[in-house]
Antibody, heavy 119, light 108 residues
């Protein structure tokens, strides 16, 4: 059974940093692109960024709203992806999901981890 | 950047009704469009990809159509379990992924 489990969310002050993890079981992420998607409370889905697979050199791209502040990385040996979030703003408060992109589809999702940026 | 405009933002329909949701792209996107359903408190689930291909396990009452700039998701006969919010998603492998604003579907 495929499972993605996000962790690392919590309360952080504006300007602070947080690192989210996406631990995957049921398939090896080395061959997959992993994305992060967020959803502010009561709002729609917002794509955050993605890391491509090893064969695609782990290429990353990001939404304009997070570019230069967020970094996606991965440790394929641990079957885990990460989202490092720096210089956090109140508008970054959201539930953060990781998802695998397979054959033009967000195929599997985690349950989400909540990030609250507040003083 | 390509913008995705979804309409309506919400709708209320009766069980058995035919429901249509539209997604318009600010420029042509071929068939690089998917549809997702999200139920309250849950992660989204894929319904349709490549504009018209039904994802594995999705009931056949869901269908997608369109190409270029205008796309539709149709639920042929609305069921109580279909309540939730529906999103279109455009993907550009080298640039970005963009969701529509969402359409909340309720039962009348």
């Amino acid at each position: 059974e495929v499972q993605l489990v996000e962790s690392g969310g919590g309360l952080v002050q504006p300007g602070g940093s947080l690192k989210l993890s996406c631990s995957v079981s049921g398939f090896t992420i080395s061959g997959s692109a992993i994305h992060w998607v967020r959803q502010a409370s009561g709002k729609g889905l917002e794509w955050v960024g993605r890391s491509r697979s090893e064969v695609n050199s782990y290429a990353t791209i990001y939404a304009e709203s997070v570019k230069g502040r967020f970094t996606i990385s991965r440790d394929d040996s641990k079957n885990t992806a990460y989202l490092q979030m720096n210089r956090l703003k109140t508008e970054d408060s959201a539930v953060y999901y990781c998802s695998s992109w397979v054959n033009e589809v967000f195929d599997s999702w985690g349950q989400g981890t909540e990030v609250i940026v507040s003083s | 950047d390509i913008q995705m405009t979804q309409s309506p933002s919400s709708l209320s329909a009766s069980v058995g009704d035919r429901v249509t949701i539209t997604c318009r792209a600010s420029q042509g996107i071929r068939n690089e469009l998917g549809w997702y359903q999200q139920k309250a408190g849950k992660a989204p689930k894929s319904l349709i990809y490549a504009a018209s291909i039904l994802h594995s396990g999705v009931p056949s009452r869901f269908s997608g159509s369109g190409s270029g700039t205008e796309f539709t998701l149709t639920i042929s006969t609305l069921q109580p379990e279909d309540i939730g919010t529906y999103y279109c998603l455009h993907h550009d492998t080298y640039l970005s992924w963009t969701f529509g604003q969402g359409t909340k579907v309720e039962i009348k």
